[in-house]
């Protein structure tokens, strides 16, 4: 027995049925490929899983291994074809590799540990030696891998955001178990069509046992939770409520300012940026801007002053204070006399029974936020997505905390 081949068995962790027939090292493109050939005897059909005999053997393939050293390392074998009486003629399967890929086990586990490390696929495919099609099949097996071992019993707090797909107003839905913070699924679009589809990722006993949601008020997203998800209770949470504020209160400056700026008063000028921070999250320069601008006639001090005052919602005792709260701030904010204001205050009474949902389930759409940055990140190193089936792909990869390692078998 060659000494090398016998090592490089040893190394690959064969079972009796293989063994090494040749070791060729390729100094011209700094490569190393390895002969495996089958020693015969009785075969197992891949289906049934039944003893059969042999039929014929197909023609030989490659698998992409873990480099030896510096050197890039193929395994190249002739798989026997199995002839079972139920199944019919089958391609064996081989120790080394999955089904249908061109990656040993080994090399598939790399692979996804690099993509995981690097956050960027054409880093990790510069690292790999690979293209973007072979990256794309590997996390593609990954994915489809961890999708088949997860289990999603015991979910009990659930979120659905929307999330920019590309450049314009083409999104996607995206749904969180924030018990076990992952993503469960992503759909295209943000209809209730779309949010159906995202539903039945659950099964019917499963949605059933979902004690809350938290959610925009996107009214597609309430009528498909509604629908599907009938036991569990609708949850606005502060991040919604801040962000159409902060928008309130942005409509407001620029029109005070477009109306300033044409009298040559520049006193809202630079504080675009200023205005979207919490008050306690000011520095010492921004604390004095923001009180010269609270004693000032300004309309934007108002709006301000009337967005801050809001969050001492979110610090009421329980849902009774908390509704008490909302009546004594809504009729400051109708009367404010400042339309974008009271716009976004019509909407949060409309919308009351979801926002005081918090205070029985203290749940927020914070772990979706989160997730958000992350996705905005896998977008932006990807340069956008053109596919939806690409896009769905990635942050299933990323964010679904799936079990994507391949079972190596040990012998």
Same mark, same amino acid.
């Given at each position: 027995?060659?000494?090398?081949?016998?090592?490089? #068995?040893?190394?690959?962790?064969?079972?009796?049925? %293989?063994?090494?027939?040749?070791?060729?090292?390729?100094? !011209?493109?700094?490569?190393?490929? *390895? !002969?495996?050939?089958?020693?015969?005897? =009785?075969?197992?059909? =891949?289906?049934?899983?039944?003893?059969?005999?042999?039929?014929?053997?197909?023609?030989?393939?490659? %698998? #992409?291994?873990?480099?030896?050293?510096?050197?890039?390392? !193929? *395994?190249?074998?002739?798989?026997?074809?199995? $002839?079972?009486? #139920?199944?019919?003629?089958?391609?064996?399967?081989?120790? %080394?590799?999955?089904?249908?890929? $061109?990656?040993?086990?080994m090399f598939e586990a790399f692979g996804i540990r690099v993509l995981q490390a690097a956050a960027n696929v054409s880093r990790a495919a510069a690292l790999l030696d690979l293209n973007w099609e072979s990256v794309h099949t590997l996390i593609e097996r990954a994915v489809a891998r961890g999708i088949d071992r997860r289990t999603l019993d015991e979910i009990k707090h659930v979120g659905i955001d929307e999330k920019s797909l590309g450049k314009g107003h083409d999104y996607v839905s995206v749904l969180t178990d924030q018990d076990h913070r992952r993503v469960l699924d992503v759909t295209k679009d943000r209809t209730i069509m779309a949010t159906d589809e995202l539903w039945q990722t659950l099964s019917e006993t499963q949605r059933n046992a979902v004690e809350s949601v938290s959610l925009d008020m996107w009214q597609a997203f309430m009528t498909s939770t509604s629908k599907n998800a009938p036991g569990a209770e609708i949850v606005h949470d502060k991040f919604h409520v801040s962000k159409y504020l902060n928008e309130a209160v942005d409509k407001v400056r620029r029109r005070e300012h477009r109306e300033l700026k044409s009298e040559g008063d520049e006193r809202l000028t630079g504080l675009r940026q200023l205005l979207l921070y919490n008050e306690e999250n000011l520095d010492e320069d921004g604390q004095v801007e923001m009180q010269i601008l609270q004693k000032s006639d300004l309309r934007t001090g108002r709006a301000w002053a009337i967005k801050e005052n809001f969050r001492h919602f979110w610090l009421s005792a329980d849902s009774e204070s908390a509704g008490e709260f909302f009546r004594s701030w809504y009729g400051w904010a109708i009367r404010s006399r400042l339309e974008p204001i009271k716009t976004v205050a019509r909407m949060l009474k409309r919308h009351l029974p979801g926002l005081l949902s918090y205070f029985r389930h203290h749940v927020t759409n914070g772990l979706a936020e989160g997730f958000n940055s992350k996705i905005q990140s896998i977008k932006s190193a990807a340069r956008g997505f053109r596919s939806f089936a690409n896009y769905r792909l990635r942050i299933l990869f990323y964010c679904g905390r799936l079990n994507l390692l391949p079972e190596i078998p040990c012998h």
């Open positions: 027995m060659n000494n090398l081949n016998e090592h490089y #068995r040893v190394l690959l962790g064969l079972d009796e049925s %293989w063994t090494v027939s040749d070791v060729d090292l390729q100094l !011209e493109d700094n490569s190393v490929v *390895i !002969e495996l050939s089958h020693r015969g005897g =009785p075969l197992t059909c =891949p289906e049934c899983q039944g003893s059969c005999g042999k039929a014929d053997t197909a023609p030989p393939r490659s %698998w #992409r291994h873990l480099d030896t050293m510096q050197f890039k390392t !193929e *395994i190249r074998a002739a798989v026997p074809r199995c $002839r079972c009486a #139920r199944c019919g003629v089958k391609t064996v399967a081989v120790p %080394w590799a999955g089904k249908h890929s $061109r990656f040993t086990l």
